[in-house]
């Protein structure tokens, strides 16, 4: 089955440190990127390996801000032009500080999963990052989600911050916890290329923690999750059993997905498509070819195989060792196991829980 990501390329402003494509948009851009993605929408239905679809993330940017009616367009043209399946998981992300009386109409336009950016506890912190929410508005969006019966919640959350301690982070761990949502998100900051962060950091403006300091905030937080019933089922996941989330998985078990919208990615079989990372070309694309999906690259049987085992040891179930793979890596698995990096459970090779923290330089090796 597929699943199907919508890219919203719309925030409040922009903050310190991210590279995702998005931008503030006038309610009339708003309204012309809807009518566009309902148009690629019908265009892309020609284009993808199967219809039935059994997973939709709306990711941005801040989908939130399309409001319900927005997000029932889009969701109307999935329905319109796919086959949606009655257990579909369907993702909203977006900020805290909404409107808190759109979550039942939220709901009713078929969001069944919400995805918080929360970041940090401390107004500090926030500030830094440039958000445009407080904790307190954190807190009341999660209570005003959970009321219009959305219990299937994820907060992400961030470590490894210019002037977090190992104490903020705890702290922050702590309060997400108390919010009792069955789904986080821990992400390491890494400062990417020509983001305020990136300059400020070279500027000297901002000191990010050492790396022994990361190592301790990532294995606190697992340790703690884990006792609190969480499963980490991916490096940087962690679930209650039964609320992970299914769209993310199809990306780490390599299952086919659409993407819609600017800067959205699409990959099936042994093909990959890349939607133009500019509104403008964006818009350009649609109006002249429907769906705006640029092929990126054909990949090998070999390349299929690496993306397998790279994408499937991010996960706590690994990739299943098939004998294509144990004939192509045989020395490099091996080698693995010996330092301790890699175990082989049943048919699965998965990372020990060592190499958890050291996951890239691993996957590296299959490259
Ligand atoms: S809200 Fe999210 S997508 Fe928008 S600027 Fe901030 S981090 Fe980027």
Same mark, same amino acid.
């Given at each position: 089955?597929?699943?199907?990501?919508? $890219?919203?390329?719309?925030?409040?402003?922009?903050?310190?440190?991210?590279?995702?494509?998005?931008?503030?948009?006038?309610?009339?851009?708003?309204?012309?990127? &809807?009518?566009? !993605?309902?148009?690629?929408?019908? @265009?892309?239905?020609?284009?993808?390996?199967?219809?039935?679809?059994?997973?939709?993330?709306?990711?941005?940017? %801040?989908?939130?801000?399309?409001?319900?009616?927005?997000?029932?367009?889009? &969701?109307?043209?999935?329905?319109?032009?796919?086959? =949606?399946?009655?257990?579909?998981?369907? %993702?909203?992300?977006?900020?805290?500080?909404? /409107?808190?009386?759109?979550?039942?109409?939220?709901?009713?336009?078929?969001?069944?999963?919400?995805?918080?950016? @929360?970041?940090?506890?401390?107004?500090?912190?926030?500030?830094?990052?440039?958000?445009? $929410?407080?904790?307190?508005?954190?807190?009341?969006?999660?209570?005003?989600?959970?009321?219009?019966?959305?219990? /299937?919640?994820?907060?992400?959350?961030?470590?490894?911050?210019?002037?977090?301690?190992?104490?903020?982070?705890?702290? %922050?761990?702590?309060?997400? &916890?108390?919010?009792?949502?069955? $789904?986080?998100?821990?992400?390491?900051?890494?400062?990417?290329?020509? %983001?305020?962060?990136?300059?400020?950091?070279?500027?000297?403006?901002?000191?990010?923690?050492?790396?022994?300091?990361?190592?301790?905030?990532?294995?606190?937080?697992?340790?703690?999750?884990?006792?609190?019933?969480?499963?980490?089922?991916?490096?940087?996941? *962690?679930?209650?059993?039964?609320?992970?989330?299914? $769209?993310?998985?199809?990306?780490?078990?390599?299952?086919?997905?659409?993407?819609?919208?600017?800067?959205?990615?699409?990959?099936?079989?042994?093909?990959?498509? @890349?939607?133009?990372?500019?509104?403008?070309?964006?818009?350009?694309?649609?109006?002249?070819?429907?769906?705006?999906?640029?092929?990126?690259?054909?990949?090998?049987?070999?390349?299929?195989?690496?993306?397998?085992?790279?994408?499937?040891?991010?996960?706590?179930?690994? !990739?299943?060792?098939?004998?294509? =793979?144990?004939?192509?890596?045989? @020395? !490099? =698995?091996?080698? &693995?196991?010996?330092?301790?990096?890699?175990?082989?459970?049943?048919?699965?090779?998965?990372?020990?829980?060592?190499?958890?923290?050291?996951?890239?330089?691993?996957?590296?090796? *299959?490259?």
């Amino acid at each position: 089955m597929l699943g199907v990501y919508v $890219h919203v390329p719309f925030c409040l402003r922009k903050c310190h440190y991210c590279d995702f494509y998005s931008r503030p948009a006038s309610g009339e851009e708003r309204e012309r990127y &809807l009518d566009l !993605v309902c148009q690629e929408t019908e @265009a892309a239905v020609r284009q993808v390996p199967e219809r039935e679809v059994d997973t939709i993330f709306l990711g941005g940017g %801040t989908p939130g801000l399309l409001g319900p009616e927005g997000i029932k367009k889009i &969701l109307q043209a999935i329905a319109g032009n796919f086959h =949606i399946i009655n257990t579909v998981e369907i %993702t909203m992300e977006t900020n805290p500080g909404a /409107n808190r009386d759109i979550w039942p109409l939220m709901a009713a336009a078929g969001i069944n999963r919400v995805s918080l950016g @929360a970041q940090a506890a401390q107004e500090r912190l926030l500030r830094v990052l440039g958000r445009c $929410h407080t904790w307190q508005e954190v807190q009341n969006t999660v209570q005003a989600v959970r009321r219009a019966g959305l219990t /299937n919640l994820n907060l992400d959350l961030m470590y490894g911050l210019p002037g977090q301690s190992l104490a903020d982070w705890q702290e %922050t761990v702590a309060a997400a &916890l108390a919010l009792e949502v069955p $789904h986080l998100s821990l992400y390491a900051l890494k400062v990417e290329e020509n %983001t305020p962060f990136d300059r400020w950091e070279r500027e000297g403006r901002i000191t990010l923690p050492e790396e022994e300091e990361w190592a301790e905030m990532y294995w606190w937080a697992r340790e703690k999750l884990e006792t609190a019933g969480y499963l980490n089922y991916e490096l940087s996941n *962690f679930a209650r059993p039964g609320f992970e989330c299914r $769209h993310n998985l199809k990306y780490w078990r390599r299952q086919p997905y659409l993407g819609l919208g600017p800067a959205a990615h699409s990959c099936w079989g042994n093909v990959r498509w @890349a939607n133009p990372a500019s509104l403008e070309e964006w818009e350009a694309e649609v109006r002249a070819r429907g769906w705006s999906g640029q092929l990126v690259e054909r990949l090998s049987e070999k390349e299929i195989l690496a993306e397998q085992v790279i994408l499937g040891l991010r996960l706590a179930e690994g !990739v299943v060792l098939t004998p294509e =793979i144990e004939a192509e890596w045989s @020395a !490099v =698995i091996a080698s &693995l196991k010996q330092r301790g990096l890699v175990q082989v459970s049943g048919n699965r090779l998965k990372l020990t829980r060592q190499a958890w923290y050291i996951a890239n330089e691993v996957m590296a090796e *299959f490259i």
